[in-house]
């Protein structure tokens, strides 16, 4: 059963394919699994071999283009009729400076008259590299390339209502896995066994509602760590007593998320852990306030360094990014970020993950939330107290 009805995937292409023609783009080639994903359905793990859903101003509907192996999985997840969802011959994947997948999809474009048309790709992906491009170019020589990276990102922007009851359960499935983690938490007790029972957690679900996979592996690290931003857990370390703890998670249910991050400290915490976590709150709150349509990403990030900046503290890094539907290696949506110089104005059913965090010197806080822009503010999907926990 698809997760989605088919008029809603068929309002998603019209839509891109109403950016596409204001950007006087002819064909798009998606290649970005999350983006294959809301305009196809197109569900599988198979992201690691060359692959990609064809939209086309001239065709109705997307045309999903995967790995013999992995047909079924795409006939089974897709919304279109069979025709659209076509298969290429493991051979080239064999000898790729030989024969490519890219010299197949170019075939399948040639086949369909769409060979000399100006074609967007997604230059900037996690999914596109140069020798893709190459061969697309000696594929399509009469072809007029042009980067449409984040096309399709900015459609995902604002979300229905599935799409939000989607993410309110992968919210729900994040705070039973950060509740549980912490209380797990404590001297003596091996790093690698929270991780593990992360991993349960976030998988178990809700009891009701099963989870998946993240995007991302769970960030947890302890002590000095703290002061990097990406450390997973030791193999071998033990919590300590005395030991600053952060832990960022996300719930995945139908590959939509809800980050959520916590601090957490064994013992008596030192009073600049203790004021750094009471300024984090403190500008979160203010950013969370700014938010509402109408107001620019720059402005919600202004409201929160502003706040920061009163006690002696700046953040150089984006303190926000836009989340929902997600495959490794990031859920983030990569289109509007709470950063300087963004002027994407806010819509309702927007979502964010508002990522307060500072990495200082030895040490680092990070307290956030999975956010949605309201018809007048925003609203907290993640639900959680907002504290610095001590153990």
């Given at each position: 059963m698809l997760p989605f009805e088919k008029a809603e995937y068929q309002e998603r292409v019209r839509k891109v394919k109403t950016s596409m023609e204001e950007q006087g783009i002819e064909v798009l080639l998606i290649t970005d699994p999350s983006n294959m994903n809301y305009v196809s359905g197109y569900d599988a793990m198979s992201y690691y071999v060359p692959q990609g859903v064809i939209i086309a101003t001239g065709i109705e509907e997307p045309v999903c283009i995967v790995r013999l192996q992995d047909l079924y999985c795409a006939s089974e997840t897709t919304w279109m009729s069979e025709e659209n969802v076509i298969a290429y011959p493991d051979k080239y994947l064999w000898e790729p400076k030989v024969l490519h997948v890219m010299d197949f999809i170019g075939g399948f474009l040639k086949e369909k008259g769409l060979h000399n048309k100006k074609t967007g790709l997604e230059l900037d992906a996690y999914y596109f590299s140069a020798h893709w491009y190459n061969r697309l170019e000696t594929t399509l020589p009469d072809a007029t390339f042009v980067d449409a990276t984040a096309l399709v990102n900015w459609v995902r922007g604002q979300k229905s209502i599935r799409e939000l009851e989607y993410m309110q359960i992968a919210a729900r499935i994040v705070e039973k896995t950060m509740y549980n983690a912490i209380e797990r938490i404590g001297v003596g007790v091996r790093e690698c066994h929270v991780a593990a029972e992360v991993y349960s957690d976030l998988v178990e679900g809700t009891g009701v509602y099963g989870g998946e996979y993240p995007s991302l592996a769970p960030v947890m690290p302890a002590g000095e760590r703290t002061a990097g931003a990406h450390f997973s857990w030791t193999t071998e370390g033990k919590y300590q007593d005395s030991q600053l703890v952060y832990m960022e998670l996300s719930g995945s249910y139908k590959r939509y998320h809800a980050p959520l991050t916590r601090t957490i400290f064994i013992g008596e915490p030192p009073e600049r852990v203790k004021e750094t976590a009471k300024i984090v709150i403190e500008g979160l709150n203010v950013?969370?306030?700014?938010?509402?349509?109408?107001?620019?990403?720059?402005?919600?990030?202004?409201?929160?360094?502003?706040?920061?900046?009163?006690?002696?503290?700046?953040?150089?890094?984006?303190?926000?990014?836009?989340?929902?539907?997600?495959?490794?290696?990031?859920?983030?949506?990569?289109?509007?970020?709470?950063?300087?110089?963004?002027?994407?104005?806010?819509k309702p059913n927007m979502t964010f993950h508002m990522m307060p965090g500072m990495w200082l010197d030895g040490y680092g806080v990070a307290i956030t939330e999975t956010i949605r822009v309201t018809e007048n503010g925003c609203e907290t999907i993640t639900r959680f107290p907002r504290e610095l926990f001590v153990k």
């Open positions: 950013a969370l306030s700014a938010v509402k349509p109408g107001v620019t990403c720059e402005e919600v990030e202004k409201a929160w360094q502003t706040t920061i900046n009163k006690y002696g503290l700046e953040k150089e890094s984006r303190m926000g990014y836009t989340v929902g539907l997600g495959y490794p290696p990031v859920w983030m949506e990569n289109s509007a970020f709470f950063k300087p110089g963004d002027t994407t104005v806010l």
